[in-house]
Protein backbone atom coordinates (compact mmCIF):
# COMPACT_ATOMS: atom_id res chain seq x y z
CA UNK A 1 0.00 0.00 0.00
CA UNK A 2 1.19 3.59 -1.18
CA UNK A 3 0.07 6.85 0.43
CA UNK A 4 -1.63 10.19 -1.26
CA UNK A 5 -1.62 13.19 0.54
CA UNK A 6 -3.67 15.82 -1.04
CA UNK A 7 -3.73 19.28 0.37
CA UNK A 8 -5.04 22.90 -0.52
CA UNK A 9 -3.18 25.88 0.52
CA UNK A 10 -4.32 27.83 3.63
CA UNK A 11 -6.01 30.97 3.65
CA UNK A 12 -4.85 33.50 1.31
CA UNK A 13 -5.41 37.41 0.77
CA UNK A 14 -8.05 36.57 -2.00
CA UNK A 15 -9.61 34.10 0.17
CA UNK A 16 -10.12 36.28 2.99
CA UNK A 17 -11.32 39.03 0.68
CA UNK A 18 -13.44 36.62 -1.07
CA UNK A 19 -12.28 37.84 -4.67
CA UNK A 20 -11.05 35.66 -7.58
CA UNK A 21 -7.36 34.71 -7.75
CA UNK A 22 -6.81 31.90 -10.29
CA UNK A 23 -2.88 32.46 -11.51
CA UNK A 24 -2.62 35.80 -9.94
CA UNK A 25 0.13 35.38 -6.83
CA UNK A 26 -1.45 36.05 -3.31
CA UNK A 27 0.33 34.93 -0.17
CA UNK A 28 -1.17 33.32 2.54
CA UNK A 29 -2.64 35.26 5.53
CA UNK A 30 -1.47 35.09 9.28
CA UNK A 31 -4.64 32.70 9.68
CA UNK A 32 -3.61 30.60 6.28
CA UNK A 33 0.42 30.52 8.28
CA UNK A 34 -1.55 28.95 11.35
CA UNK A 35 -3.83 26.28 9.45
CA UNK A 36 -0.66 25.31 7.06
CA UNK A 37 1.03 24.40 10.47
CA UNK A 38 -1.58 22.99 11.89
CA UNK A 39 -1.89 20.42 9.04
CA UNK A 40 1.88 19.65 9.45
CA UNK A 41 1.17 19.11 12.74
CA UNK A 42 -2.19 16.87 12.08
CA UNK A 43 0.08 14.83 9.33
CA UNK A 44 2.90 14.71 11.54
CA UNK A 45 0.62 12.65 13.55
CA UNK A 46 -0.17 10.48 10.70
CA UNK A 47 3.78 9.68 10.61
CA UNK A 48 3.93 9.07 6.55
CA UNK A 49 7.46 8.99 5.17
CA UNK A 50 7.48 10.67 1.89
CA UNK A 51 9.11 10.34 -1.29
CA UNK A 52 8.45 13.47 -2.91
CA UNK A 53 6.60 17.00 -2.65
CA UNK A 54 4.45 18.22 -5.25
CA UNK A 55 3.12 22.12 -5.25
CA UNK A 56 2.20 24.42 -7.99
CA UNK A 57 4.49 27.73 -8.55
CA UNK A 58 2.22 30.32 -7.14
CA UNK A 59 3.53 31.38 -3.24
CA UNK A 60 0.64 30.46 -1.31
CA UNK A 61 0.85 26.92 -2.02
CA UNK A 62 4.76 27.33 -1.99
CA UNK A 63 4.55 28.48 1.36
CA UNK A 64 2.05 26.21 2.36
CA UNK A 65 4.26 23.17 1.84
CA UNK A 66 7.65 24.52 3.47
CA UNK A 67 5.72 24.71 6.88
CA UNK A 68 4.34 21.22 6.08
CA UNK A 69 7.68 19.87 5.34
CA UNK A 70 8.81 22.16 8.68
CA UNK A 71 5.80 20.66 10.74
CA UNK A 72 6.40 17.04 9.81
CA UNK A 73 10.48 17.24 9.93
CA UNK A 74 10.95 16.37 6.40
CA UNK A 75 13.11 19.63 5.15
CA UNK A 76 14.79 17.46 2.93
CA UNK A 77 12.30 15.95 0.79
CA UNK A 78 12.60 16.85 -3.09
CA UNK A 79 10.35 19.34 -4.29
CA UNK A 80 9.00 20.06 -7.67
CA UNK A 81 6.73 22.95 -8.61
CA UNK A 82 4.34 22.73 -11.38
CA UNK A 83 2.63 25.09 -13.38
CA UNK A 84 0.22 22.21 -13.95
CA UNK A 85 -0.80 22.56 -10.65
CA UNK A 86 -1.95 25.92 -10.56
CA UNK A 87 -4.93 27.04 -9.75
CA UNK A 88 -8.08 26.96 -12.23
CA UNK A 89 -7.05 30.25 -14.38
CA UNK A 90 -10.61 32.62 -13.72
CA UNK A 91 -9.33 34.67 -16.50
CA UNK A 92 -11.41 37.85 -16.50
CA UNK A 93 -12.97 37.24 -13.21
CA UNK A 94 -9.25 37.32 -11.62
CA UNK A 95 -9.04 39.71 -8.81
CA UNK A 96 -13.18 40.43 -8.32
CA UNK A 97 -14.96 39.82 -5.60
CA UNK A 98 -16.91 36.96 -5.48
CA UNK A 99 -20.06 39.26 -4.37
CA UNK A 100 -19.99 41.68 -7.28
CA UNK A 101 -19.93 38.95 -9.70
CA UNK A 102 -23.69 37.04 -8.97
CA UNK A 103 -25.15 40.83 -8.46
CA UNK A 104 -23.44 41.65 -11.98
CA UNK A 105 -23.82 38.54 -13.78
CA UNK A 106 -26.67 36.59 -11.56
CA UNK A 107 -26.52 34.36 -9.41
CA UNK A 108 -26.83 30.73 -11.44
CA UNK A 109 -24.50 32.19 -14.05
CA UNK A 110 -21.84 32.31 -11.28
CA UNK A 111 -22.30 28.89 -9.86
CA UNK A 112 -21.58 27.71 -12.94
CA UNK A 113 -18.84 29.55 -13.67
CA UNK A 114 -17.31 28.20 -10.43
CA UNK A 115 -18.98 24.86 -9.58
CA UNK A 116 -19.82 23.17 -12.79
CA UNK A 117 -17.57 21.16 -15.62
CA UNK A 118 -17.35 22.70 -18.57
CA UNK A 119 -17.93 26.26 -18.05
CA UNK A 120 -15.55 28.98 -18.72
CA UNK A 121 -15.26 32.39 -17.03
CA UNK A 122 -15.07 35.60 -19.49
CA UNK A 123 -11.87 35.21 -20.78
CA UNK A 124 -9.31 37.20 -20.46
CA UNK A 125 -8.01 39.25 -23.74
CA UNK A 126 -4.21 39.66 -23.15
CA UNK A 127 -2.96 37.37 -20.59
CA UNK A 128 0.16 38.31 -18.88
CA UNK A 129 3.25 36.27 -18.65
CA UNK A 130 5.07 36.27 -15.56
CA UNK A 131 8.98 35.44 -15.63
CA UNK A 132 8.07 32.08 -14.21
CA UNK A 133 6.73 30.56 -17.20
CA UNK A 134 9.54 32.01 -19.56
CA UNK A 135 11.30 28.86 -20.08
CA UNK A 136 7.79 27.29 -21.45
CA UNK A 137 5.87 27.78 -25.09
CA UNK A 138 3.33 31.15 -24.62
CA UNK A 139 0.56 28.49 -25.35
CA UNK A 140 0.62 27.30 -21.50
CA UNK A 141 -0.96 30.49 -20.50
CA UNK A 142 -4.36 30.15 -20.43
CA UNK A 143 -7.11 33.08 -21.06
CA UNK A 144 -9.49 31.05 -19.03
CA UNK A 145 -10.35 27.58 -17.67
CA UNK A 146 -12.88 25.29 -17.07
CA UNK A 147 -12.77 22.45 -14.25
CA UNK A 148 -12.44 20.52 -17.15
CA UNK A 149 -9.90 22.42 -19.46
CA UNK A 150 -7.52 22.15 -15.50
CA UNK A 151 -8.47 18.50 -15.19
CA UNK A 152 -6.49 17.51 -18.52
CA UNK A 153 -3.18 19.70 -17.08
CA UNK A 154 -3.71 17.70 -13.54
CA UNK A 155 -4.43 14.00 -15.61
CA UNK A 156 -0.86 15.03 -17.70
CA UNK A 157 0.96 15.89 -14.13
CA UNK A 158 -0.82 12.47 -12.53
CA UNK A 159 0.72 10.30 -15.44
CA UNK A 160 4.32 11.56 -15.29
CA UNK A 161 5.03 12.59 -12.21
CA UNK A 162 2.38 11.19 -9.78
CA UNK A 163 2.12 8.08 -10.69
CA UNK A 164 5.28 6.25 -11.55
CA UNK A 165 6.60 7.22 -8.22
CA UNK A 166 3.37 5.90 -6.86
CA UNK A 167 3.96 2.74 -8.61
CA UNK A 168 7.59 2.81 -7.44
CA UNK A 169 5.87 2.34 -3.54
CA UNK A 170 6.90 6.18 -2.56
CA UNK A 171 4.53 8.06 -0.80
CA UNK A 172 3.66 11.60 -2.13
CA UNK A 173 2.47 14.93 -0.74
CA UNK A 174 1.07 16.84 -3.46
CA UNK A 175 0.22 21.15 -1.93
CA UNK A 176 -2.42 23.27 -4.45
CA UNK A 177 -5.54 24.37 -4.56
CA UNK A 178 -9.00 24.08 -4.47
CA UNK A 179 -10.59 23.69 -8.25
CA UNK A 180 -6.91 21.60 -9.41
CA UNK A 181 -7.07 19.54 -6.15
CA UNK A 182 -11.11 19.05 -7.40
CA UNK A 183 -10.28 17.93 -10.91
CA UNK A 184 -7.64 15.19 -9.53
CA UNK A 185 -9.94 13.90 -7.44
CA UNK A 186 -12.54 13.90 -9.82
CA UNK A 187 -10.36 12.15 -11.41
CA UNK A 188 -9.30 9.58 -8.77
CA UNK A 189 -12.66 8.77 -7.95
CA UNK A 190 -14.24 8.42 -10.94
CA UNK A 191 -16.66 10.92 -10.36
CA UNK A 192 -19.60 12.08 -12.82
CA UNK A 193 -19.12 15.37 -14.92
CA UNK A 194 -22.80 16.04 -13.35
CA UNK A 195 -21.53 15.53 -9.53
CA UNK A 196 -18.32 17.34 -9.35
CA UNK A 197 -20.71 20.20 -8.31
CA UNK A 198 -20.70 18.41 -4.39
CA UNK A 199 -17.18 17.80 -4.04
CA UNK A 200 -15.48 20.83 -1.96
CA UNK A 201 -11.94 20.94 -0.87
CA UNK A 202 -11.31 23.53 2.44
CA UNK A 203 -8.22 25.32 3.22
CA UNK A 204 -5.56 22.68 4.96
CA UNK A 205 -7.52 20.02 5.93
CA UNK A 206 -5.34 16.79 4.45
CA UNK A 207 -7.13 14.21 2.31
CA UNK A 208 -5.41 10.91 2.61
CA UNK A 209 -6.11 8.48 -0.14
CA UNK A 210 -4.68 4.96 0.27
CA UNK A 211 -3.80 3.06 -2.60
CA UNK A 212 -2.96 -0.25 -3.73
CA UNK A 213 -0.09 -1.78 -6.40
CA UNK A 214 -2.62 -0.78 -9.01
CA UNK A 215 -3.35 2.18 -7.89
CA UNK A 216 -7.21 1.76 -6.93
CA UNK A 217 -8.16 3.42 -3.57
CA UNK A 218 -8.12 1.43 -0.39
CA UNK A 219 -9.20 4.22 1.83
CA UNK A 220 -9.55 7.94 2.12
CA UNK A 221 -9.42 9.95 5.23
CA UNK A 222 -9.72 13.89 5.27
CA UNK A 223 -8.37 15.03 8.62
CA UNK A 224 -10.09 18.10 10.33
CA UNK A 225 -8.26 18.95 13.21
Do not use: C
Not at 87 to 111: C, M, P, S, W
Not at 177 to 198: F, M, N, V
Amino acid sequence: MVKLVLLRHGESAANFSNTYTGWSDVPLTAHGVAQAQAAGQALAAQQILFGHVHTSVLKRAIETAYLVQDAIGQNWLPITKSWRLNERHYGALRGINKDETRQLFGAQQVALWRRSYTSRPPLLVNPSRSRRYHRFPASIIPRGESLQDAETRLIAYWSDELAPRLLRQENQLVVAHGSTLRALIKYLEAIPDDQIDQVEVANAQPIVYTLDDRLHIVDKTVITK
